[in-house]
């Protein structure tokens, strides 16, 4: 299994750059993707491949990375940006990190 | 509009079988390119894919669940079947379908499964 790692939990203020880190235990080259998940709904498709942000997301979201190390940006930081993060990769089967918990201040 | 629901059981006794069904819209399954997967995540936990079926029926399950899994889609290719056998309380999660070959662009709401005797 190619196993995601993500940091727990971050706390930032609103209108900060906070960025979320994934990284996985081999290459996934650009097979990686980032969702957003709020208490009590489904996962909501943020990032593909990597870099590319899915129709419909504010640009204050954008990715990047390649290999074994990606990074998910959000800038500027809303409170309605509190939520659960996750990276997941599709190179290998399909599998995603432990999620990142965002707290805004 | 692309929509997907899943429904299921609710509860059931360890040892038995689950099924699970995934209806959707917005799309049809015998589109070339066309797939959809199966994902679960417990309360409080990441998430953890189970299997996939794509347009031409070929299947795909997740290697550690493998021989306890089948997934399924009906003719009109509206709708995906789940079945998981020999349930134990580790099963105990809530279950998505999902739209996607790589990244997963649509999830249904979930639906809700407790494995308890």
């Known amino acids: 299994d190619t196993v995601l790692t993500q940091s727990p939990a971050l706390a930032v203020s609103p209108g900060e750059r906070v960025t979320i880190s994934c990284r996985a235990s081999?290459?996934?080259?650009?097979?990686m993707h980032w969702y957003q998940q709020k208490p009590g709904q489904q996962p909501k498709l943020l990032i593909y491949?990597?870099?590319n942000l899915e129709s419909g997301v504010p640009a204050r979201f954008s990715g990047s990375g390649s290999g074994t190390d990606f990074t998910l940006t959000i800038d500027p930081v809303e409170a309605d940006d509190t939520a659960t993060y996750f990276c997941?990769?599709?190179?290998?089967?399909?599998?995603f990190g432990s999620g990142t918990k965002l707290e805004i201040k | 509009q692309v929509t997907l629901k899943e429904s299921g059981p609710g509860m059931l006794q360890p040892s038995k079988t689950l099924s699970l069904t995934c209806s959707f819209s917005?799309?049809?399954?015998?589109?070339?390119?066309?797939?959809v997967s199966w994902i679960r995540q417990p309360s409080g936990k990441s998430l953890e894919w189970l299997a996939a079926?794509?347009?031409?029926?070929?299947?795909y399950y997740n290697p550690s669940l493998k021989s306890r899994l089948t997934v399924s889609k009906d003719t009109s290719n509206t709708q995906v079947f789940l079945k998981i056998t020999s349930v134990d309380i580790a099963d105990t999660a809530t279950y998505y379908c999902?739209?996607?070959?790589?990244?997963?662009?649509?999830w249904g709401q979930g639906v809700m499964v407790t494995v308890s005797s």
């Open positions: 491949g990597a870099s």
């Open positions: 997941q990769q599709s190179w290998n089967d399909f599998t």
């Open positions: 999902a739209r996607g070959a790589t990244s997963f662009d649509y």
């Open positions: 079926i794509d347009w031409d029926g070929d299947k």
């Open positions: 917005g799309f049809s399954l015998s589109t070339s390119g066309m797939v």
């Open positions: 081999e290459s996934v080259s650009t097979g």
